[in-house]
């Protein structure tokens, strides 16, 4: 089974940084793409960026591209997003998410997560 721990959510102000971790383990992620949501409270959890495990390919949604980066360390097993130029819409519970298989947008597509992480951003 894959376990995934994310790691790094706070409060910051609008303008601000943060980098999230997912530390994963349980299985060879050979193959994986691993993939970061977003949700907040009454709305659909949405994709924010996905990365592949082997080429280290990324993809970002459109709201976070040019302040968001995706990558990956293979010898810690570990996925980070580090978060700039932070707005209030930023706010959410953010989450890690892995699947063996090429990168997709739907969250339905994906088949295991982590617990999230609460980010919060105030103006």
């Known amino acids: 089974q894959v376990q995934l721990v994310e790691s790094g959510g706070g409060l910051v102000q609008a303008g601000g940084s943060l980098r999230l971790s997912c530390a994963a383990s349980?299985?060879?992620?050979?193959?994986?793409?691993m993939g970061w949501f977003r949700q907040v409270p009454g709305k659909e959890r949405e994709f924010v960026a996905s990365i592949t495990w082997n080429g280290g390919s990324t993809d970002y949604a459109d709201s976070v591209k040019g302040r968001f980066t995706i990558s990956r360390d293979s010898a810690k097993n570990t996925v980070y997003l580090q978060m700039n130029s932070l707005k209030p819409e930023d706010t959410a519970v953010y989450y890690c998410?892995?699947?063996?298989?090429?990168?997709?947008?739907?969250?339905?597509?994906?088949?295991?997560w982590g617990q999230g992480t609460q980010v919060t951003v105030s103006s």
């Open positions: 349980g299985r060879t992620f050979s193959g994986a793409t």
């Open positions: 998410a892995a699947r063996y298989g090429a990168p997709r947008y739907s969250r339905y597509a994906y088949d295991y």
